[in-house]
Every structure is written in structure tokens, then in C-alpha cells.
């Protein structure tokens, strides 16, 4: 995607071929999207959920631009890049980038909630929506 996105558009024409990309693009979460996919789910990762997924991205035509932002993007994902203001960070350990607390802090100067929990992948969202929701609310709690 960062590389060439343009190549992205031989999946524009195809779902399945838009699945096999969405499917297999996060090395660190296949393993759990694919349990999901086999019948094996994986919190809220099941089979349903994946095909789900896959036929909005279908149905609005949006696989091929989701993946711009990996091109236009001119700084390095996981770079500081002087945010101020306040910040949590929950780090999820099929992440594509677990971000050790030393440089979280280093980071992000107003780092007001850090929390390593025990499970969740890159579409922690998706896959474990009910741990995603608690970690927004204890995030947020100190902000009200």
C-alpha cells in the first residue's frame, strides 16, 4: 500500500480478491481473522463479522482508497510527532506496533492513560469491541 497503492486497483473488480487482500495485509492479526474465517472465532472475529467487513469496503467501492493514506502519508507511522495534546495510549498485543511505555511517554508529553491489556490484534475495535469500549471509557473517565 505505502509502495505502490495504484496497484491496489486490480482488486477493485473483484470481492474476492478484495477479501484476500483485506484478509491477509496485517501479518500480526491474520492469524486471528483467519481462525475467525475457519470457524474458530476470535472474540468478536467471526466469520460473518469478516465477510461483514469486507462487503462494505465492497459495497462502497472504498477498498483501493482506504489504503491511500499509507501513500500520502510523509512521516513515519510510529514517529513523534509533537502532539500536545493530552493523550492515552492502550497497547494491544497482536498490535501492528506495541509501544513500550518509556516511549509513550517520551511521545507524548500529556500522556494521561497508559494500559497494556491481554488481548485484541490491530482491529481491536472489531475484534473485541466490549475491551475497546471499557479502555475509551477508563481513557476518557479523567477527562469529565
Known amino acids: 500500500m505505502a509502495t505502490q497503492p495504484q496497484t491496489l ?14 484478509i491477509n495485509h496485517d501479518y500480526a ?3 486471528d481473522i483467519a481462525d475467525g474465517v475457519a470457524g474458530h472465532p476470535v472474540g468478536n472475529l ?11 469496503y465492497w459495497l462502497t467501492n472504498t477498498g483501493v482508497s482506504s489504503g491511500r493514506l499509507y ?4 512521516y513515519g507511522f510510529f514517529d513523534t510527532k ?21 516511549w ?10 497508559f494500559n497494556e491489556v ?14 475497546f469500549t471499557a479502555e475509551l471509557r477508563a481513557a476518557f473517565r479523567s477527562l469529565r
Not at 486490480?10 to 483485506?22: E, F, N, R, T, Y
Not at 509513550?104 to 492513560?113: G, T
Not at 491481554?118 to 475491551?131: I, K, N, S, T, Y
Open 9 to 22: 486497483y486490480g482488486i477493485a473488480d473483484s470481492p474476492v480478491g478484495l477479501a484476500a487482500w483485506m
Open 29 to 31: 492479526s491474520y492469524q
Open 46 to 56: 467471526t466469520r460473518d463479522e469478516v465477510l461483514d467487513n469486507v462487503t462494505y
Open 71 to 74: 501513500w500520502e502519508n510523509t
Open 82 to 102: 509533537g502532539v500536545t495534546i493530552p493523550v492515552a495510549v492502550t497497547v494491544f498485543p497482536k498490535e501492528i506496533y506495541q509501544a513500550p511505555r518509556s
Open 104 to 113: 509513550a511517554d517520551r511521545a507524548y508529553p500529556k500522556l494521561y492513560y
Open 118 to 131: 491481554d488481548r485484541g490484534c490491530h482491529f481491536a475495535a472489531w475484534q473485541e469491541p466490549a475491551l
